[in-house]
């Protein structure tokens, strides 16, 4: 067994653990006389989150890190603790309130474990009350979190937190790369609502409501499987893909998005349109600091009579994301979404009946996407580090049976489909389509 190297705490450290309660210097006297927990608000772009969610369906997602060396579960465990120290968005427990649940303050360990099904649901009862799991399987660091907690960008800071404190507990001099150290000193900007910083007061008749309505998309359909979510995953030089995208003139992620889209034509000729949901990280565009969420969906809908060709379908997706993300879409998606929510019907409904009303609703609702394609970037991942690559899983459903996810290591591109049916078709066209374009991919 390695010696794991210690480092004491410090003063800061100490007075960020206060600040985290809510306790100022002065306070600690008072701090004495109570046990009062530290609340929060689950932000605007998540509260439905907790209420669609059921003891078998969960909006998790999974990003993970595979090591060069076998990962040691006890080094693991005491990183994961000393990181969650300063992450205080997430050293919560998930409570209900009269209309909507909240996080409250959660000072139990976190423990480590030895899950090798990805995106299996989450038990509090066996996370000591924590919407997220960290697994140490092999050689993999594994997170999978609820995203009530936070988007992909402030999960994959965590990650890399507790990755860096992981390699430093094991004597590694960890090169400071951007990561998140877990002996820094917080601010409260990283625990804001930023849906609600960026809101626009608006009308009724101000807000945006035709991202809502649209046609029926095509429904990708499949032998479900019984046990565990299946994965089908590729790689790549990241530069050979922007490459190419750069040949026709579009971004990294409309290329893929028309390769996503021209594949799946190409596989069921459907005559209903392909929607792809995109999520846009709006930290780029809007200034946060937020470790919740903070991203919006842009709805790509591809017609049979548009996906004649991979560039076709690409040069599509590139104009609706363009239009989608332009400012002013950007300000009335965030006004409508925090308006929608200031609803006094919202209010005023008591929490068992609003879930109890959604639950049913959704049993006569059907998808709005195909399927959903996140690309978390690039990750610049030194040496010192020990990580070979980091991999993004997408959850799925019976109703939204596959999903992509992509995220790059050091210019490695890793591209991951989660599926929820036994069938391989479509990531086997989308790597085919890849290969026939140029793309020396390799799956994994």
């Not at 689950?42 to 090591?67: E, G, N, R, V, W």
């Not at 992909?152 to 951007?178: M, P």
């Not at 993004?392 to 939204?400: A, I, P, Q």
Request: aromatic fraction near 10%; include cysteine; hydrophobic fraction near 40%.
């Amino acid at each position: 067994m390695i010696q794991i190297k210690q480092k004491g705490n410090s003063d800061r450290i100490r007075l960020w653990k206060e600040y985290r309660k809510g306790i100022m210097p002065q306070q600690k006297d008072e701090r004495k006389k109570t046990s009062v927990k530290r609340r929060f608000a689950i932000d605007h772009s998540a509260k439905f989150y907790p209420i669609m969610s059921t003891k078998k369906a969960q909006s998790l997602f999974c990003i993970s890190a595979d090591m060069f060396d076998e990962v040691q579960k006890d080094v693991l465990e005491h990183a994961l603790n000393d990181v969650l120290e300063r992450f205080p968005a997430y050293k919560v427990r998930l409570r209900k309130g009269w209309a909507w649940h909240f996080f409250e303050q959660n000072d139990a360990p976190a423990r480590v474990f030895a899950n090798e099904d990805v995106l299996k649901p989450i038990n509090p009862d066996d996370t000591n009350g924590y919407w997220f799991r960290v697994s140490a399987i092999d050689k993999r660091i594994q997170l999978e979190m609820f995203h009530a907690l936070a988007d992909g960008n402030g999960a994959l800071a965590f990650l890399k937190s507790i990755v860096k404190r992981y390699r430093e507990l094991l004597g590694f001099d960890v090169v400071d790369d951007g990561v998140i150290d877990w002996q820094s000193i917080g601010c409260e900007e990283e625990l804001e609502d930023s849906f609600e910083k960026n809101y626009k007061p608006i009308s009724l008749g101000q807000m945006n409501l035709k991202a809502l309505a649209g046609k029926v998309p095509h429904r990708i359909e499949g032998t479900l499987n019984k046990g565990a979510y299946q994965k089908s995953a590729g790689q790549a030089q990241a530069s050979e893909i922007i490459a190419k995208a750069k040949e026709l003139g579009v971004s990294y992620t409309a290329y893929i998005t028309g390769v996503l889209a021209y594949s799946i034509e190409k596989t069921y000729r459907n005559k209903k349109p392909v929607a792809i949901m995109v999520p846009v990280n709006l930290r780029s565009i809007y200034p946060s600091k937020t470790m919740r969420n903070f991203v919006t969906f842009i709805r790509v809908i591809i017609f049979p009579s548009s996906c004649k060709s991979v560039k076709d379908c690409a040069l599509e997706a590139q104009r609706q994301i363009k239009i989608e993300t332009a400012k002013d879409k950007l300000d009335a998606f965030i006004s409508t979404t925090v308006r929608a929510q200031k609803n006094w019907v919202l209010k005023i409904v008591p929490l068992f009946l609003k879930t109890a009303l959604i639950r049913f609703g959704r049993l006569f609702m059907r998808s709005r996407q195909t399927i959903i394609f996140s690309n978390l970037g690039n990750v610049k991942s030194p040496d010192s580090m020990g990580v070979d690559k980091y991999e993004l899983f997408m959850n799925v459903s019976k109703n939204n049976t596959q999903n992509l996810g992509a995220i790059t290591t050091n210019g490695k591109a890793v591209l991951c489909f989660t599926r929820a049916i036994k069938e391989t078709a479509l990531p086997d066209a989308f790597f085919s389509t890849l290969r026939e374009n140029g793309i020396d991919i390799t799956t994994l």
